[in-house]
């Protein structure tokens, strides 16, 4: 009987050293990516920025800034080889465990609707949406709209851990 090897992992504080892994993660997952200068200018601004590491190498990431108790998550990203395996609920949840420990009460965010999986994980986390912000993302032919979620940290932080696989 054979077991599928799970991927050595760490979520860790992201550094200058892993910019390239960062953008080679954001070039596979978006048609309209970040550039490495927005993730430098995320670590210079003092953002909570967390790598995904597995077996050595950066596969996901997560940024969000924090202002008084208030905290917006403005990307978690994985890797598309490994999407669907719980790493983006695991940054998640390293996001809002920062932001608990920093005395944040509500998070928000903004996500695509085209985006089927991250609306179904922020939404299994305790977060609903509040509102919609028109023509906010690049798209293909035009604008997608942005659809905002919000959610208080305790209860994220509740639903994140009861849906967590055992």
């Known amino acids: 009987m054979s077991a599928a090897l799970q991927p050595r992992t760490e979520i860790r504080n992201m550094s200058n050293r892993d910019l390239r892994g960062v953008s080679s993660v954001e070039q596979a997952s978006y048609e309209f990516p970040w ?12 953002y909570q920025c967390l790598v995904l590491v597995t077996d050595g190498d950066v ?28 790493f983006g609920r695991q940054l998640l949840h390293a996001l809002c465990t920062r932001a608990q420990a920093m005395g944040v009460e509500r998070a928000f965010l903004e996500v695509r609707p085209s985006n089927e999986a991250a609306m179904n994980l922020y939404r299994s986390a ?24 919000a959610a208080r940290i305790d209860e994220a932080l509740r639903e994140i851990d009861a849906t967590a696989a055992p």
């Open 59 to 86: 596969n996901g990431y997560a940024i969000m800034s924090v202002a008084a108790s208030e905290a917006h998550i403005l990307n978690i990203c994985v890797h598309p080889e490994l999407q669907q395996q719980g």
């Open 126 to 149: 305790g977060f609903e949406q509040i509102g919609v912000r028109p023509s906010y993302y690049q798209a293909h032919g035009g604008r997608e709209d942005a659809v905002i979620f």
């Open 35 to 46: 550039s490495p200068g927005i993730f430098r200018d995320c670590l210079l601004a003092g």
